[in-house]
């Protein structure tokens, strides 16, 4: 399981983000920079031969610190000069209406806070390692970053229901996609990347992995609390451009008029007393 860019309006995070001094400069406490320093030095060997070559030289350009947390004006330098994006210093739980806005403008929503020890595997809540780790590498790729600026403007103007649909687009490709390279099967989606058991478990036997298909995907339920069960493919990442230059509304409304597919995994179990 992993965390993941998604913004959740309607509760409460108990992270709370770090502010910037007058200088833009985040300090940041030893413990906090040891986490930084644990995930980083548990999760690379993982990555090892399991995710694309576009988020290694994301990874290079980017020169993440091993032994503590970046500032984000770090981030910022790399993504310009790159592909025009910038991060966006936000709290740990934002708005739909900021979240789209956001990447309409390309600027990446990054939470500045970093997860406790005990919840060093999984937290609901995206924190700083799942957004710069998991996420801002692919953003240094043009095809990615198109793709995610253009789904943030077609968020904006969505209805509600619109972007309910619009949700599983994301969780499928920016989050948990998957991508045939000459090298083999490799990740691509920031939320399999951040997570241990989700790199290994997203390109073993277990789940089911299909030929990427934006209508299939868009008509896919999800959990965010378990391993998924189903992952989706594309060809080559110059997709997810041509993607971007589609009518992804008229597909959304396909999609609605033709409803979900039966979820691949168990209803979530009730709390007792809710």
Not at 138 to 146: G, I, S
């Amino acid at each position: 399981m992993a965390t993941q860019t998604q913004p959740i309006a309607a509760k409460t995070s108990q992270y709370q983000a770090r502010m910037p001094d007058a200088q833009g400069h985040i300090a940041y406490s030893d413990q906090e920079h040891a986490t930084w320093q644990t995930l980083m030095q548990r999760q690379l060997p993982i990555l090892e031969n399991r995710v694309c070559q576009e988020y290694l030289d994301g990874m290079e350009r980017l020169a993440l610190p091993e032994t503590r947390i970046p500032q984000l004006a770090e981030i910022d330098r790399v993504l310009e000069a790159t592909t025009g994006w910038q991060t966006a210093q936000v709290p740990a739980l934002i708005p739909f209406d900021t979240f789209f806005e956001l990447l309409a403008h390309r600027r990446f929503p990054v939470a500045t806070f970093i997860r406790t020890p005990e919840e060093l595997d999984y937290l609901q809540e995206p924190d700083i390692f799942h957004e710069i780790f998991g996420h801002c590498p692919m953003l240094t790729n043009p095809a990615f970053a198109d793709f995610t600026a253009t789904y943030g403007k077609l968020g904006l103007a969505a209805s509600p229901k619109e972007r309910v649909y619009l949700a599983r687009l994301y969780w499928m490709t920016v989050e948990f996609g998957l991508v045939d390279t000459p090298q083999g099967r490799r990740i691509y989606g920031g939320g399999i990347i951040s997570s241990p058991k989700e790199t290994v478990h997203a390109l073993s036997e277990t789940p089911e992995h299909h030929a990427f298909d934006a209508l299939e995907a868009l008509r896919t339920p999800y959990r965010i609390d378990i391993l998924q069960p189903l992952y989706y493919v594309l060809d080559d990442l110059e997709t997810l451009h041509d993607l971007s230059q589609q009518d992804i509304m008229a597909l959304v409304h396909r999609a609605m008029a033709l409803g979900l597919h039966e979820p691949k995994f168990p209803p979530k179990p009730k709390v007792v007393g809710a």
